[in-house]
C-alpha cells in the first residue's frame, strides 16, 4: 500500500511525518519529548497505536544524511518518527475485519446498516472487505494475470521500466531496492498513474515538485510486444478501481454524517491514484529475506487493494497491538485508510498498521493495491468541522449524490468549497498562478497541500526518481 520507503542502503523509518505530525500516542516519555518538537495534530481523539516508537535520531539522522548529497533532500531528524513490531505472530484470522456488499450501499431499505457497519469497521480497525464492488471477475483477473505476465518477463525487458526512467515516477523496481521499517523488502514493483500528457512548463527547482507527477505511464513498444493485451488491461483496471473508489467515498462521508458530495468536491476533477503491482516470491530461507513488507500505515486516505489465494497479509488491531492475517476471500478488496484521513477526521477512523509475512507457501504472491487521492492542487482541511465523534449515527435518510435534489448537488458544486481545480490537461498548460507557489509545500493553521503530501511520500520511496529529475534543471 502507499509506503514509507527507501532503496537499499538509505534506512527511512516507516510513519516519516510529510508534511504533518502522525500524533501517535505512546507511552514513552521519550516518544512525548521528542514528537512535541513536531506539530501535532489538532484533534480531540489522536490516532493510537500499540507499536509506535520514535527511532534513534542519530542513527537515523546520519543515515539519511549520508545520502542526502546525491538522493534526497535534507529532513528534520525530529520528526522522524519509527515504528517497531511487536514479537506477537498472528495465529488466527482477524474475525473482527467485517465482509461489505456495496449493493447494501446501493439499496436504500440496507444502506443504514452498511453505514453503521462501515463506521463501526473504520472506527476500529480502519479496514474492511468489500464485494459485489461492480468490477467484474474478468476484470480483476486478466489485471492479475497481466501482472503476472509481466513479472515472468526477463529481467533485461523489465529493466526497459525502471522507475529511474520516468520523471513521474512510474514503472518497474527490482528486489532489495526498497526498505520498510528499516527492513529490506522481498518484493519487485511495478507502479502507475493517470495517463496523462506531461506539464511543459515544469522546471525542476522552481515549478511545485508536485507538478512533475503528472505524465504517462511507461509503455516500451518490445514489453507491448510480448504482451499485447497489457496496456489496455492496466489502463482499464485503473479506470473501473477509480469509478469504485468514489463510490467507496461517497459511501465514507455518509458514514461520517457528512453531504454524499463531500469527498467527490474534496477531490476535484482529477483525482490522483497510483496503481502498484507486487510480486513476493516464494522464499525457503527466511534469514535471507528478512519481509515481505515492514510494518506501516498507508500515508494517503484510500487504497482498495486486490490480492491472490496466497495470504501473507497482517494488520494489527489498533485497541490490543495484535496481529492478525487479513485472509484473502474471493470476490473481494480489502479497503484500508490512510493517515490522511485519520487526520481529517481527528482519529476517529484509523489508519491500519499491517505488513506482509515472508511468503513460505510455495508459490509466488501477487497483490495490487490502488491508492485514491485529491487532485495534486487540493488544499486539505486539517479537520472536518463539528464532526460527530459517537459511535452510532442514524442513517435513515443517508442519500447518495444521485438520489440528492439536482439543486443541492449544483449549489454544493457552486460553492467549490474543498474542490481541487484539478491539473489541466488540455493544451499542456500550467496550473493557474494563484494556485502555484514558488514550491507548493507550505501549509497553513487550516489546511495542507494533497499534492506535497503525495511528492513527499513518493520522493522517499524513490529517491533515485528525485535526484535524476528534480535536483537541478534538466
Request: contains cysteine; negative net charge; charged residues 20%.
Amino acid at each position: 500500500m502507499s509506503e514509507i520507503h527507501a532503496p537499499a542502503g538509505i534506512v527511512v523509518p516507516t510513519f516519516v511525518e510529510i508534511p504533518f505530525a502522525s500524533s501517535l500516542n505512546s507511552s514513552s516519555s521519550t516518544t512525548a519529548n521528542i514528537a512535541s518538537t513536531s506539530s501535532a495534530v489538532n484533534s480531540s481523539k489522536a490516532p493510537s497505536t500499540t507499536i509506535t516508537t520514535i527511532a534513534t535520531v542519530t542513527a537515523v539522522a546520519s543515515a539519511i544524511t549520508a545520502s542526502a548529497a546525491t538522493t534526497t533532500p535534507t529532513v528534520n531528524p525530529a520528526t522522524i518518527v519509527a515504528t517497531t513490531t511487536t514479537a506477537k505472530v498472528a495465529t488466527k484470522t482477524n474475525e473482527k475485519c467485517k465482509v461489505l456488499s456495496l449493493q447494501d450501499f446501493n439499496n436504500k431499505a440496507t444502506r443504514p446498516r452498511f453505514l453503521a457497519d462501515m463506521r463501526e469497521s473504520l472506527m476500529e480497525l480502519g479496514t474492511f472487505y468489500i464485494k459485489d464492488h461492480g468490477i467484474t471477475a474478468e476484470m480483476t483477473s486478466g489485471a492479475m494475470k497481466s501482472m503476472q505476465d509481466y513479472f515472468a518477463l526477463p529481467l533485461e525487458e523489465k529493466k526497459k521500466m525502471l522507475i529511474g526512467n520516468s520523471r513521474h515516477f512510474r514503472g518497474y523496481k527490482l528486489i532489495g531496492e526498497e526498505f520498510t521499517n528499516n527492513q529490506v523488502d522481498h518484493r519487485e514493483q511495478l507502479q502507475f498513474g493517470p495517463e496523462q500528457p506531461a506539464i511543459d512548463s515544469f522546471t525542476p527547482t522552481i515549478s511545485p515538485d508536485y507538478q512533475g507527477l503528472q505524465g504517462p505511464n511507461q509503455w516500451p513498444a518490445s514489453t507491448l510486444a510480448c504482451l499485447p493485451t497489457f496496456q489496455p488491461t492496466v489502463l482499464e483496471f485503473m479506470d473501473q478501481l477509480e469509478t469504485l473508489s468514489h463510490r467507496l467515498m461517497e459511501a465514507v462521508a455518509l458514514s461520517l454524517g457528512q453531504s454524499a458530495h463531500y469527498f467527490r468536491d474534496l477531490f476535484g476533477a482529477t483525482p490522483y491514484y497510483r496503481l502498484k503491482a507486487a510480486k513476493y516470491p516464494s522464499v525457503k530461507n527466511t534469514k535471507a529475506a528478512t519481509i515481505g513488507c515492514g510494518a506501516h500505515k498507508d500515508t494517503g486516505f484510500l487504497t482498495v487493494l486486490f490480492q491472490d489465494m496466497v495470504g501473507g497479509l497482517q494488520g494489527q488491531i489498533p485497541a490490543t497491538g495484535e496481529w492478525m492475517d487479513t485472509r484473502p476471500v474471493p470476490e473481494t478488496f480489502i479497503v484500508t485508510m490512510g493517515e490522511a484521513m485519520e487526520r481529517l477526521t481527528g482519529g476517529l477512523y484509523q489508519a491500519t498498521v499491517h505488513r506482509v509475512l515472508n511468503n513460505t507457501s510455495g508459490q509466488d504472491r501477487y497483490s495490487i493495491p490502488f491508492f485514491f487521492d485529491p487532485a495534486l492542487d487540493t488544499c486539505v482541511p486539517n479537520q472536518i468541522e463539528n464532526l460527530d465523534r459517537t459511535t452510532c449515527l442514524d442513517f435513515t435518510h443517508a442519500m447518495t449524490r444521485e438520489e440528492l435534489p439536482k439543486a443541492t448537488v449544483d449549489a454544493c458544486q457552486a460553492e467549490e468549497t474543498f474542490c481541487g481545480l484539478g491539473i489541466t490537461t488540455e493544451g499542456n498548460v500550467s496550473l493557474p498562478a494563484s494556485v502555484s507557489s514558488s514550491r507548493a509545500t507550505a501549509d497553513d493553521e487550516d489546511h495542507w497541500s494533497s499534492g506535497a503530501h503525495v511528492f513527499e511520500t513518493v520522493h522517499r520511496c524513490h529517491p533515485e526518481v528525485y535526484a535524476r529529475w528534480y535536483c537541478r534543471e534538466q
